[in-house]
């Protein structure tokens, strides 16, 4: 037996793989189709397994599954541009990719971790975000609610299974996780920031900056999924997984300037420039992280400027190795 993860060479998957590796002893099974994951994120190991293929190929998964004692369903549509770009495609991925995995795992009784996201919690203004509260979302015309509201639809269908089959589950709503290996190309602000600031091009700030946003660390992100995994407590429950330390996207592009040592100037771009017109963004998130406080004994210690060196130092050595 094997424990899957699918999405496994994607940024939080390569992590989490590589942390299963080494913590389990146990193989590890990747299914991944790289449309944004990456081979090369994955570490040389006898114990790891590579599946080239689509989350929505429901007899392959099927198959995968039945052969795992264990799975962590990460393979998604990710990144606000992209949602936005290609809505029809990150809908069948994230509504239908994750109902196949859940049903799989359903037919033997396997366990599952679902990986989610603060979007569920949509504009609110409840801050910080109980895993209970409220969710407030946007219309149908602006797809990307649609991302928001196919993560909850995984949550629904999730603790169904949970209710009727009584399915081990455990849904982790990932707030910002950063880290080396994350890529700026589909919207990710840190790796775009870092970028734009080591080549001294502008760092662009969408809208007027104002808004704020929490920052976790990869390694802490994926320890914490797996500690809940071997949590009976949590089984059947929701967690928001990151951290409680919100900081405004201008102070961001200052400490990423000042951290580069860059030349950059800080530029801001309205949201109707840099995306439609009609596109919305929420002015504040952070989580109310009590829950997983309380049922993993720790939080994470997200030190930012520790996160940022992390990134830097990767993309320095990633142009020293180009270069
Ligand atoms: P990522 O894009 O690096 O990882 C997603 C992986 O899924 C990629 O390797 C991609 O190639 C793979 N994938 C996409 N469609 C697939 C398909 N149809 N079949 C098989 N594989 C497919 O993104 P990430 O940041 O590592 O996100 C991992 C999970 O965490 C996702 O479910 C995402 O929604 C969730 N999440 C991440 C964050 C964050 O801050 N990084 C925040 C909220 C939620």
Redesign the pocket.
Known sequence: MTILV????????SHLVEYLLVETGESVLV???????REGSLPDSNRLELVD????DQESIEDLVERSKSVYH??????VEKVVDEPLDSLR??VE?TRYVLDAAAADGTPVFV?????VYGKSTAIPFGEDDDRVIGPTSVPRWGYANA?ALDEFYALAHHDENDLPVVIGR?????GPR??GE?G?VIPTFVEQALDDDPITVYGDGTQTRTFMHVHETVEAVHELMNEPEANGRVFNIGSSDSVSINDLAQRVKNLTESESTIEHVPFEEAFDEDFEEPDHRQPDITRLRDTLGWTPDSDLDRILEDVIAERRDDVEVSS
């Not at 990460?74 to 990144?79: D, I, N, Q, R």
């Not at 990932?174 to 950063?178: E, L, M, R, S």
């Open positions: 699918t999405g496994g060479a994607g940024f939080i998957g299914l991944d189709d790289f449309s944004t994951g293929g689509d989350v929505c990460l393979a998604a549509a990710v990144g991925t994230n990719g990986a989610s996201s603060s979007e993560k990932f707030f910002n996780t950063v994350q890529i589909y990710m």
